[in-house]
C-alpha cells in the first residue's frame, strides 16, 4: 500500500500519517522528519535545508528528490509506505512517478487533509513537538498528559522554529502557490480523495479508514 497525504502545513498530516502507518504497518516517511533528524545531527544537508525552513520556504527539489528516493528504496519499504509531506510540487510529483513507473509501480491513494486556512495559523502556533523523538501535540486540542512533556519519551516539547507566527504565513502562502497544484495532478490521475480534516482527530482517522479499508 502506497500512500501520499496531501494539504496544508498543519493541516494534521502527519498526525493521522502515524496512525495509518500502526494500524496498516507500513513506515510513515516524513520529508520534514529526515531534514530535523539532519538538522539536529548538524549534517551538511541539515545545514542547507534549515537556510530555506527557517524561512518557510521550501527546500529545492533535487535536494528533496534524492532524500526520499534514497529513503523508499529502503527494505523497510517494500511492503508499501505513506508518505507526509511529499510531494510538495509537480516536479516532485513527476519524478516520484516516473520512478515508481520504472518498478511498475504506482500511488494507491492521494488522501486531502483539507482544513481552511483560518484554522491552520491555530493549529500551526498551537502545535508543541518533542525534542527528542518528534511526536507532536497541540496545547489545546491534542495536548501532553503533563504541560510541556512528551507522553511518549519524557522529553521536552518545543515551539517548531517553522511554527512562528512570521513563518506561518509565508508557509500557507507557498502551500498555496507551489503544493495545491498536486490536488488536481491526482485528482487527474484518479486517486485524490479529499477528507474533511476540521473534525476531531478520531473522526478523520475513522474517514481514511474508510478509504484504505479494514
Ligand atoms: P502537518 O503534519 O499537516 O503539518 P500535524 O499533524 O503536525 O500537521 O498537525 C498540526 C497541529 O494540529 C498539531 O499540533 C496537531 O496536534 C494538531 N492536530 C492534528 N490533527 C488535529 C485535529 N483533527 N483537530 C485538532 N488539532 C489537530
Ligand atoms: P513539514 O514537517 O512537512 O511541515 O516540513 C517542514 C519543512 O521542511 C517545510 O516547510 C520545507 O521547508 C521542508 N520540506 C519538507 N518536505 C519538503 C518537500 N517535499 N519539498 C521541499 N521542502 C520540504
Known amino acids: 500500500?502506497?500512500?501520499?497525504?496531501?494539504?496544508?502545513?498543519?493541516?494534521?498530516?502527519?498526525?493521522?500519517?502515524?496512525?495509518?502507518?500502526?494500524?496498516?504497518?507500513?513506515?510513515?516517511?516524513?520529508?520534514?522528519?529526515?531534514?530535523?533528524?539532519?538538522?539536529?545531527?548538524?549534517?551538511?544537508?541539515?545545514?542547507?535545508?534549515?537556510?530555506?525552513?527557517?524561512?518557510?520556504?521550501?527546500?529545492?527539489?533535487?535536494?528533496?528528490?534524492?532524500?526520499?528516493?534514497?529513503?523508499?528504496?529502503k527494505e523497510d519499504c517494500k511492503k508499501g509506505y505513506i508518505l507526509d509531506g511529499f510531494p510538495r510540487t509537480i516536479p516532485q510529483a513527476q519524478v516520484l512517478d516516473a520512478e515508481l513507473e520504472k518498478l511498475g509501480e504506482g500511488i494507491d491513494f492521494a488522501i486531502n487533509v483539507d482544513v481552511p486556512d483560518n484554522h491552520i495559523v491555530e493549529r500551526m502556533s498551537g502545535r508543541r513537538a518533542c525534542v527528542e523523538c518528534g511526536a507532536t501535540y497541540h496545547i489545546v486540542h491534542i495536548p501532553s498528559q503533563k504541560e510541556g512533556i512528551c507522553d511518549r519519551c519524557g522529553k521536552e516539547l518545543v515551539l517548531r522554529d517553522d511554527d512562528k507566527p512570521e513563518t506561518i504565513q509565508s508557509r500557507l502562502d507557498v502551500y498555496h502557490d507551489q503544493t495545491q497544484p498536486l490536488i488536481a495532478f491526482y485528482t487527474e490521475k484518479g486517486i485524490l480523495r479529499t477528507i474533511d480534516g476540521t473534525a476531531d482527530m478520531k473522526d478523520v482517522f475513522k474517514t481514511i479508514t474508510g478509504i484504505l479499508g479494514e
Open 1 to 73: 500500500m502506497k500512500i501520499i497525504m496531501l494539504g496544508a502545513p498543519g493541516a494534521g498530516k502527519g498526525t493521522q500519517a502515524k496512525m495509518i502507518a500502526d494500524k496498516y504497518g507500513v513506515p510513515h516517511v516524513s520529508t520534514g522528519d529526515i531534514f530535523r533528524a539532519n538538522i539536529k545531527e548538524g549534517t551538511e544537508l541539515g545545514k542547507e535545508a534549515k537556510t530555506y525552513m527557517d524561512r518557510g520556504l521550501l527546500v529545492p527539489d533535487e535536494l528533496t528528490v534524492k532524500i526520499l528516493l534514497d529513503r523508499v528504496a
